[in-house]
């Protein structure tokens, strides 16, 4: 691998100022100012970075790598702005589609189209006519299908979750991905996770969490996306989430039976579990998918296999049940042993001060996605739409920085865009004055604190012998620094290079 010298940019080395950096054999061999890049003479190839910013590069804490791809491979749906444009858009993909295509559409949300409704089963079938059609809402966690599909599925009708216009959720919603493993094959699903990587790493991310579940994926689509990563040069880890699968775990090469293992819903769907009804459905409070007994043993468990538990929990009632659950294995296993573990949660978007105050004790990551305050936060979003007053305290980043509670950066993708700097920017600009942090924590919590959330406390910053994984960006922002702002999101920051283990992955055509 040879040696290149980065020369004449900003260096964030979060210390002293420096200008130039020199990666060899994977590693950061050298930091320091112009006059010592002057005599580095050990330099395969050198850089003139005119200025640009040297940076960690991003680490994307939850990921979903082929419903990422699926927009870029299928029918995308992101940013629709009616029903009729989302049934027009299906129309137009199933003229050109194959009679044995399954239409996979994602990433329609309802919450402001003018019909102020979901598609229904009928309308997808005069849509696609003898299509077998799949939409998925923005969060992933419920579908409408059309009618063929719903035919294709043996005993769909009769399952928990299923509602007669086509609505899918909760067992049903689990039904309709195990069809589409076989439906919809690996080839098709590796051309979506390639596709996927290129989007991580056009936009800086060196490293990712794959948050798997058997609810949202086959098993065999993890080798898949470990495929993928692997042809783009990033660095995927992977988790799964399912109770008691120590020999999956084993098999599949996991960090933990983590990530998506739903304690409940989603907000968007109507099924994250809550205390209180949502406002815009009186007498639905979600769905509670774990008991707290469940909860504890899935972390006992997994603490003394040495693997990372994990659960998805959004609402204020779910996350209840996971905090009670963690304060049941504490008495099993003590403080330190769980502490050691470093199990995590995903979102965490309604916690109780007990709940942080949980996290913190027992070293619990949380693993969050500022921009859903930006997109879903604020007195006329839709948390507000569906929860009403409730939407304030909502992702309290700063409460659990504060606290001192690990936290992790990620998308959600494709629930989110990937777009780090927007994130970062939404982090510190949160509805909430008083859950924003600073430029410096938002920057760490999406680089350092993705390695931090895997287990790894050695990674994530610019120094001597560290990895060698960053971003060169066409700024000269030094996050964090006093008196320097982030860039406007209109004008987010170009990539120009991204370096991943000392080898250069994504590059700016000159």
């Known amino acids: 691998m040879p040696t290149t010298l980065l020369h004449n940019g900003v260096v964030h080395t979060g210390g002293t100022p420096a200008s130039a950096l020199a990666v060899r054999d994977g590693r950061i061999a050298f930091i320091g100012d112009e006059d010592a890049a002057a005599t580095y ?5 050198v850089v003139d970075l005119r200025g640009a910013l040297v940076a960690p590069a991003f680490v994307d804490a939850h990921v979903h790598s082929v419903l990422t791809g699926f927009p870029h491979t299928q029918l995308d749906l992101r940013g629709t702005r009616s029903l009729a444009e989302v049934l027009d858009l299906v129309a137009a993909h199933a003229r050109t589609a194959g009679d044995d295509t399954v239409i996979i559409g994602s990433g329609w949300e309802e919450t402001d189209w003018p019909e102020g409704r979901a598609p229904i089963a009928p309308e997808l079938d005069r849509a ?9 809402r923005i969060e992933c966690h419920s579908s409408v299908l059309s009618s063929e599909l719903v035919s294709a599925i043996p005993g769909l009708t009769g399952m928990d979750g299923f509602h007669e216009d086509g609505w899918v959720e ?128 899935h972390v006992v468990l997994c603490t003394r296999e040495g693997l990372q538990a994990g659960f998805h929990c959004i609402g204020d009632l779910g996350i209840d049940a996971v905090t009670e659950g963690f304060r049941i ?17 995903e979102h965490v978007e309604m916690p109780s001060a007990e709940a942080i105050t949980m996290m913190a004790d027992l070293g619990v990551v949380a693993s969050m996605q500022p921009l859903f305050d930006a997109m879903w936060g604020g007195p006329d979003g839709a948390y507000a739409e569906r929860l009403g007053e409730r939407w304030r305290g909502m992702n309290p980043v700063a409460a659990m920085v504060h606290a001192g509670v690990r936290v992790a950066f990620g998308s959600d993708s494709p629930v989110s865009v990937v777009r780090p700097w927007q994130a970062i920017r939404a982090a510190c600009e949160h509805h909430e004055e008083q859950q924003r942090v600073d430029h410096l924590t938002a920057f760490r919590a999406h680089t350092v604190g ?35 702002e982030l860039p406007p999101v209109d004008d987010e920051p170009r990539l120009r290079r991204l370096v991943v283990a000392g080898r250069t992955v994504a590059k700016e055509e000159s």
Not at 128 to 136: E, F, I, N, S, T
Not at 332 to 344: C, D, M, N, V
Request: charged share 25%.
């Open 329 to 345: 294995a504490e008495r099993h296993l003590g403080r330190e042993a769980l502490r050691a573990a470093r199990h995590r949660l």
């Open 41 to 45: 003479d050990s330099a395969d190839e």
């Open 128 to 136: 696609a006519p003898g299509k077998r059609v799949c939409l998925d």
């Open 450 to 484: 993705g390695w931090r959330a895997a287990g790894d406390d050695e990674t994530g910053e610019l120094v001597v012998a560290a990895p060698a994984h960053l971003a060169v960006w066409d700024c000269a922002t030094l996050v964090g620094r006093p008196g320097q």
């Open 170 to 297: 909760l067992e049903a919603r689990h039904a309709v991905t195990v069809t589409l493993a076989n439906l919809v094959g690996p080839s098709q699903r590796l051309e979506a996770a390639r596709a996927a990587m290129g989007e991580l790493a056009g936009n800086g991310v060196a490293a990712f969490h794959e948050n798997a579940a058997p609810h949202l994926s086959p098993e065999y689509e993890l080798e898949l996306v470990r495929e993928a990563a692997d042809e783009t040069g990033l660095l995927a880890m992977l988790y799964w989430g399912e109770t008691g699968a120590i020999e999956t775990a084993r098999r599949l090469g996991v960090l933990g039976l983590a990530g998506d293992l739903n304690a409940d819903g989603a907000l968007g769907s109507h099924t994250a579990a809550l205390h209180a009804p949502y406002d815009d459905q009186p007498g639905n409070r979600g769905h509670v998918e774990m008991t707290p007994e469940e909860i504890a043993d």
